[in-house]
């Protein structure tokens, strides 16, 4: 029983963690003077009048992946590393804006890194449609990553290049939440959630 109950707040604190980045990000683009989501990395967000929203908000989201990993540390322990490496690594982009030059890169290869290569995990665990489709997710996120890190942008810019890394991560992470959420919800405290 109390399983299930970790499931389900794990599924919650990830969603919230997700949608409180997505909306917030949103808003410190609209706040940030002629910011341009083709030309201005994600991260420059974190720097002027902007910085309170995004940094709070991307080291709160980093907060929450960890909380979510460590929730589900017994449906899969190398899940619960990688949620806490993201997480680690999301705090660590609020906690050293870009202006602090190579540990903010660092921070941000780890969100980056883990983020994308979770679904994989979740796949392994779970053996549905929609875990293959979060996997489909992190694959355009490592394939964009890969030419990301290689300075090849792709006619995207580079904010463009980024955010076709940081997007489809935040997707998948919304549907596993929104998945935990249903699957482990009180109807199914019955003992016959199977995952």
Not at 187 to 192: H, V
Request: with cysteine; aromatic share 14%; glycine share 12%.
């Amino acid at each position: 029983m109390d399983s299930y109950r970790n499931l389900k707040v794990a599924g919650l604190i990830l969603f919230l963690g997700v949608a409180q980045f997505i909306l917030l990000m949103l808003l410190a683009e609209f706040l940030y003077p002629h910011y341009s989501v083709s030309s201005n990395f994600i991260s420059d967000l974190g720097v002027g009048k902007t910085a309170i929203i995004f940094n709070s908000s991307i080291i709160l989201f980093g907060v929450f992946l960890a909380c979510t990993g460590a929730l589900l540390r017994r449906f899969s322990p190398v899940l619960f590393i990688v949620l806490l490496l993201a997480g680690v690594g999301a705090a660590g982009v609020g906690l050293f804006p870009e202006t602090t030059g190579t540990p903010h890169l660092l921070f941000s290869l780890l969100v980056f890194l883990m983020g994308s290569i979770a679904p994989y995990i979740i796949l392994n665990r779970v053996r549905n449609s929609l875990a293959v489709a979060w996997s489909v997710l992190g694959t355009i996120a490592l394939f964009f990553l890969v030419f990301y890190m290689f300075d090849v942008h792709l006619g995207l810019g580079a904010g463009g290049m980024e955010r076709m890394i940081v997007y489809p991560d935040l997707i998948w992470a919304l549907g596993f939440g929104g998945w935990l959420m249903g699957k482990f919800s009180d109807k199914t405290r019955s003992g016959k959630a199977a995952v």
